[in-house]
């Protein structure tokens, strides 16, 4: 039988925990902060987006590590102001304060950063 790589429940409250900070922090008040765990269920990932009135702002895509464990193994960011965000995670290493092992370009239908966890 197929086993598909999941978030265990403690990475899906890490996430939720993202998405309650997002929703509430004074700078994305005229934003639309939406947790999405329909749209990439396939591959076992949840979504978490920022959305201005005039459209997409960034999407975080939190996908499972692939030694099935269920923690949370990488995060593929989409969007706007993206050379910004490698620099603020190069330089702290951390990502919503999960230590970070790497952080790379890559592309798909468009470019996006690749970043890795360590293990946490």
């Given at each position: 039988?197929?086993?598909?790589?999941?978030?265990?429940?403690?990475?899906?409250?890490?996430?939720?925990?993202?998405?309650?900070?997002?929703?509430?922090?004074?700078?994305?008040?005229?934003?639309?902060?939406?947790?999405?765990?329909?749209?990439?269920?396939?591959?076992?990932?949840?979504?978490?987006?920022?959305?201005?009135?005039?459209?997409?702002?960034?999407?975080?895509?939190?996908?499972?590590?692939?030694?099935?464990?269920?923690?949370?193994?990488?995060?593929?960011i989409y969007g706007l102001q993206l050379d910004g965000h490698k620099q603020a995670i190069e330089r702290s290493?951390?990502?919503?304060?999960?230590?970070?092992?790497?952080?790379?370009?890559?592309?798909?239908?468009?470019?996006?950063?690749?970043?890795?966890?360590?293990?946490?």
């Amino acid at each position: 039988m197929f086993n598909r790589l999941h978030l265990n429940q403690h990475s899906r409250q890490l996430i939720n925990n993202i998405w309650i900070n997002a929703k509430s922090h004074p700078m994305y008040a005229g934003y639309n902060v939406i947790k999405d765990q329909a749209s990439y269920f396939d591959a076992g990932a949840i979504a978490i987006k920022l959305e201005s009135p005039k459209g997409l702002m960034n999407m975080f895509l939190f996908y499972p590590a692939c030694d099935g464990s269920g923690k949370i193994g990488s995060c593929a960011i989409y969007g706007l102001q993206l050379d910004g965000h490698k620099q603020a995670i190069e330089r702290s290493k951390k990502l919503f304060g999960l230590p970070v092992d790497s952080v790379e370009w890559d592309e798909g239908y468009e470019r996006f950063l690749d970043v890795t966890l360590e293990d946490y």
